[in-house]
């Protein structure tokens, strides 16, 4: 994204979290960011990267990004890098030493969870992060508190020579809310300053730094009890007292105005005096956090009486709805019966259609997977992406899906670990171009040294996809949309062991060359990588082709376009008839949204009578040849 | 909340709801109100549903709207607004495009979409006032316009006066300059006269 001038100090802007965050890490004189994007935490990096005075890249993975981080605040700088909860696991294996070394720059990691699960693979509380590191964590309720966070984050970083997590969810990442924002305040970097004895983590210097690290823990305790962070809001309803953070403080004070709170902004290491003087207040103590009981489990372990997940949702976001009727419940067995919950119109959702996310129109998967779906014997490993979406109607063709990269190694385990009911399957792994540099490289390099039976669908569309069309090595462009080295996939895959022989670049709307492709490598006894070389449509490089048509006159009602899976092909009448043989065939004729048509030519193929044609003013319909 | 003032707007990805609900945050933030605008959106880029939470008054806490508890239901597709209409308090109204957009898993056949879909929230109660905003748009020379087709069809509804809601599209459309300006008011009054025209005695 090109810079653009920032809004004035003391504008009162409408931002979501994330744009929050971003507007305070550019105003506390941040001099590196750096992210890999995954919902919800995308437009963090993405915003930041149209401010002006710093520096913003994609990284690779996440764990490059720390690394990145790490490295600037050592030399001084303010660092910043952000990522989804998954991005954090992958980032794990620096933040476990950084919290050793120390920060000198103030460095500051914001993890975006994404509860409720919209668009990831698994749903974690990225919490625990902080009791496994020993480092704080800073939870905001709103954009404002994310924005205030954010500045404050990098002064606690720097006071007390920590890491700092802050903590998002998307409820907070995509919220958007009135926020006061300030001015920028330059921070030139000191200096780096050698000593081996704290930047070198060998056994002996880390040994030395664990008790400081300990230590550091004690003193972020006794801040917990200090920080204006961590409010104590007595109140008048003492049927029921709460211990909150984050998002689920605004469904605890919508659901309960008038009940005592204890708000952590600062949520570990947790406040114990403010906790104590909490429990004073009412008989009974319910903690509200999102996901895991971990809040819970803490306080009881220190003696408290708590409720929480015993009566709570553990999965998925919380909301007034779901908390108020919860605490009523859990309060009716000690006192009166609850009014009932207001009723809306209608007492219930009406069932209907589910409309699961799917690939777009024209997008250059989807003759991978319609090949793919006509294929026999095939076993596919599948990856973290668009592609992903592969695994859904009508192609149902993924067998798996574990994390950014893991096509690779469980395909080649697929392989390794086959038995006699396994032995005549082909192998396949999915993957698209930015998932393959994130993590899938090592694993291609795993199964090519150790001689792996596995053909491999390097999709690249030269995008990140799924999280909106960012930047990759693989486009020859960065952050900012400036000129980059590009990266070359069949080189780059030559280098890690494929065989030049086994390396084919297709065009993935020819579904004839796809088809004898994957069925050709799939029959050989080696590694195979076949990339595909067309562009995600929703990208600048993408140019849309004529739209077709289906004749009305010409259609049979056969139905194979439909099961290319495109959404712009739609049925416009259904048939049941008898053949010949007195066989049963429902038929669906069929007509092509030309609005919608970007006209990649793949419903073409498979059209048994030919009845579909480029658009073309009445009087001049053009015949194709399938292509 | 008390004062709170919940919109809830439905479609699916790529129609507009998200930016027209940017524009009604607008809009309310003009009138001095504290706002809080939240979407559940998922993959939405790829055709699935989308929903934007609007809730703006004099202090907004909790993001999310209740089932139930909805003020204004803007539905940019039938059967979205149908899956969406348990959202709505009683007596509450739903404005709704009448566009039928057909997702491929009913194409496939593996599930149905519903006959008439407006039909049926009438039935369940619900006060439905429909119009085909891409008519509207295409009539007025540009199908793009249907975004401000539904903002107008909703400026009725709304806490304040239409003439906010119409000031902040202005404002967004100042630098395409003078002819687009005008052409956003025409689409903003048809979308008003429609909805007008569609309320039920």
Known sequence: ?627 | MPNTTNILVCGIGGQGVMTATEILSEAAIAEGHDVKKTEVAGMSQRGGVVTSHLRFGPKVLSPQIAPGTADVLLGFEAAEALRWSHYLKPGAMALVNDARLVPPVVELGLFKYPDDPIGEMKSRGVRTVSFDAATIARDLGDLRLGNTVMLGAIADQLPFSAEVLLDCIVKRFARKGEQVVEMNRKAFAAGREAAQAAVPA
């Open chain 1, 1 to 627: 994204m090109a810079a653009v001038m920032p809004a004035p100090a003391a504008s009162r802007l409408l931002m979501s979290g994330n744009e929050a965050v971003s507007r305070a890490v550019w105003e506390s004189g941040t001099k590196v960011c750096a992210g890999y994007p995954g919902t919800p935490a995308t437009e963090m990096l993405e915003q930041l990267s149209t401010y002006p005075d710093l520096y913003t890249e994609w990284s690779v993975n996440e764990k490059v990004s720390l690394e990145v981080a790490i490295g600037a605040s050592m030399m001084g700088a303010r660092a910043f890098c952000a990522m989804k909860h998954v991005g954090l696991n992958v980032a794990a294996d620096p933040l476990m030493t950084v919290t050793l070394t120390g920060a000198e720059g103030g460095l500051v990691i914001a993890v975006a969870d994404d509860v409720g699960m919209s668009s990831s693979q698994n749903e974690q509380d990225s919490r625990f992060y902080a009791r496994f590191a020993h480092v704080p964590i800073l939870e905001p309720a709103d954009s404002q508190e994310a924005y205030d966070m954010a500045r404050y984050a990098f002064e606690l970083s720097e006071e007390y020579q920590v890491p700092v997590i802050l903590r998002l969810t998307a409820r907070i990442c995509h919220v958007k809310g009135l926020v006061k924002v300030g001015e920028r305040v330059a921070h030139p970097p000191k200096g780096f300053t050698k000593n081996a004895e704290r930047w070198v983590m060998v056994p002996g210097h880390a040994k030395r730094r664990i008790p400081l690290m300990l230590a550091r823990e004690q003193e972020l305790k006794r801040l917990s009890d200090k920080t204006p962070l961590n409010v104590l809001e007595p109140g008048s309803d003492r049927r029921v007292a709460f211990v909150t953070s984050g998002p689920a403080y605004m469904h605890v004070r919508e659901s309960f105005p008038d009940a005592p709170v204890l708000k952590l902004g600062l949520s570990y290491p947790w406040p114990l005096e403010k906790v104590a003087a909490l429990a004073e207040m009412a008989d009974t103590l319910v903690v509200v956090e999102e996901v895991e009981p971990l809040l819970e489990t803490e306080l009881k372990a220190a003696g408290f009486s708590v409720h929480g997940k015993d009566f709570l949702p553990r999965i998925g976001e919380l909301a007034p709805e779901v908390l108020a009727p919860a605490v009523e419940k859990l309060l009716r067995k000690e006192s009166a019966p609850a009014p009932e919950a207001a009723q809306g119109v209608l007492a219930n959702a009406p069932p209907l259609f589910p409309r699961p996310p799917t690939l777009c129109a024209s997008c250059p998967h989807m003759g991978i997977y319609y090949t793919l779906s006509q294929l026999k014997n095939l076993t596919i490993a599948g990856d973290i992406g668009c592609y992903t979406l592969g695994a859904g109607h009508p192609w149902n063709s993924l067998d798996s899906t574990i994390c950014m990269g893991a096509s690779m190694g469980v395909a080649l385990g697929m392989d390794k670990g086959r038995g006699e009911a396994d032995k005549n399957k082909k192998i396949l792994a999915v993957i698209g171009d930015s998932t393959f540099m994130h993590m899938g490289m090592q694993g291609l390099l795993d199964i090519t040294w150790n001689r792996g039976n596995v053909t491999i669908l390097l999709l690249d569309n030269g995008t990140v996809g799924m999280t909106g069309g960012q930047n990759t090595p693989a486009n020859g462009r960065d952050i900012r949309g400036q000129s980059a080295p590009r990266i070359d996939f069949p080189r780059l895959v030559e280098a890690l062991g494929v065989k030049k022989e086994r390396i084919h670049v297709i065009d993935p709307y020819q579904l004839p060359v796809l088809f004898k492709t994957v069925r050709d490598e799939t029959k050989i006894d080696d590694v195979s990588v076949i990339i595909t070389n067309r562009p995600c449509v929703l990208i600048e490089e993408f140019k849309p082709f004529r739209p077709y048509v289906v004749q009305e006159e010409k259609c049979t009602g056969c139905g194979n376009c439909v099961e290319v899976g495109c959404p712009a092909i739609h049925v416009t009448r259904r048939d049941r008839v008898v053949k010949a043989s007195g066989k049963e065939v429902d038929l669906a004729f069929t007509r092509i949204d030309s609005v919608a048509c970007t006209g990649c030519g793949l419903c073409v193929q498979p059209c048994a009578p030919e009845a579909i044609v480029h658009f073309a003013p009445a009087g001049q319909v053009i015949p194709v040849v399938p292509a």
